[in-house]
């Protein structure tokens, strides 16, 4: 992996937009070096590149296969101490700012505005000797089973993120999603026990992705829900599966996923609006997607891999804006999703105990 991080801080120093990245359980580390600081936008999903969309879908950066050079590395697991205990620097002002958003969704819910709303908060943290390469090699070794990227442009900004979430993958008129909701903390028991409220709450984004490609697909494979453990979380995953209709292409389907009730609600539109209304912060990226557009780096084949931005953080300044957010239906409790937020918030502030970093609440 040394080679391609050389060419990265190369990339850093003529301030030029490149993208790190590593597919789950994938043995490869990609990298695409534009050959120039230009921004590049989506206009049709017909490109081919690494495509780097907003929450929005306002904002849709695309580093170009054409403008780029490739590289692929393989990579093997290192043995390296992996400390357990959290690092945790959330503010009690954070708390009782997070816990009154959640009680204002419950009660639109309460009040049948929507089904189910998805709340987030932003942590911002101060950085010293913060070494970005660093970070994004530790994350690939934390968390193999996740998608882990590290991606700047001088005109978008720089993220580094472990996603857990696939939004998409189209391979010709074949394509793959999952459904994901449901959060616990490992506790390293053999047996993971599911609450109500996780159950229902995936069993909302399962129903709402299958119906809402009904539309574009001429068949739907569907699996039993099941225990997934990205890091040191648990939750509950369905893998859903078929074929497009003709005349469905990936932009058509990338429009009916995005964004899903996982990131967002149920329904989409009215849970979207009291997110972008009661935040009263950008989410920008985090909870857009990313990956692979109309091009699989690994294999030299024409399909897309596309993946949802979270436990991720956007690096500025010398700070870290980490972004954290939970899964509200009528079932929930606010004290129980802050602390969820606590744990996912875990994800990545424990790389910051690999990397030469002092950190400190901003």
């Not at 369905?238 to 990338?254: C, N, R």
Request: charged share 25%; hydrophobic share 35%.
């Amino acid at each position: 992996m040394k080679i391609i991080l050389q060419k990265a801080t190369v990339q850093l120093k003529k301030n030029l937009p490149f993208v790190l990245y590593k597919k789950p359980n994938n043995t490869n580390v990609i990298g695409l070096f534009q050959n120039n600081d230009e921004l590049f936008l989506v206009k049709d999903f017909t490109e081919k590149g690494f495509v780097f969309t907003s929450f929005d879908g306002n904002q849709n950066i695309i580093i170009p296969e054409n403008q780029s050079e490739v590289s692929s590395i393989p990579w093997t697991k290192n043995k390296f101490e992996n400390l357990e205990n959290e690092v945790n620097f959330s503010s009690k002002l954070d708390s009782t700012r997070f816990k009154n958003l959640v009680v204002k969704g419950i009660q639109a819910i309460e009040n049948e505005k929507f089904k189910k709303v998805v709340l987030s908060r932003k942590e911002t943290v101060d950085l010293v000797h913060f070494d970005l390469l660093i970070a994004f090699e530790k994350l690939v070794q934390l968390y193999p089973s996740t998608f882990v990227y590290c991606f700047f442009h001088p005109k978008v900004g720089t993220w580094l993120g472990a996603t857990p979430e696939q939004l998409l993958k189209v391979d010709n008129n074949s394509f793959q999603t999952i459904a994901l909701a449901g959060t616990q903390k490992n506790t390293d028991s053999t047996e993971v026990f599911w609450k109500k409220k996780e159950q229902e709450e995936q069993q909302i984004v399962t129903n709402y992705i299958v119906d809402t490609l009904d539309e574009a697909t001429s068949e739907v494979v569907v699996s039993k829900p099941y225990s997934l453990k990205a890091g040191s979380l648990w939750h509950i995953k369905t893998d859903i599966s078929g074929v497009l209709k003709p005349g469905f292409g990936l932009q058509k389907a990338i429009e009916l996923l995005h964004p899903t009730p996982a990131v967002c609600g149920l329904p989409k539109d009215k849970a979207k609006a009291f997110i972008l209304k009661n935040e009263n912060y950008e989410r920008t990226f985090y909870t857009g997607f990313l990956g692979e557009l109309n091009y699989d780096f690994t294999t030299d084949s024409i399909s897309s891999d596309l993946f949802v931005n979270l436990r991720c953080m956007e690096i500025c300044n010398s700070q870290a804006n980490l972004y954290m957010g939970c899964g509200i239906t009528k079932e929930s409790v606010p004290e129980k999703e802050w602390q969820e937020s606590i744990n996912k918030s875990a994800t990545m502030k424990k790389v910051f105990r690999f990397t030469t970093c002092n950190y400190a609440q901003n």
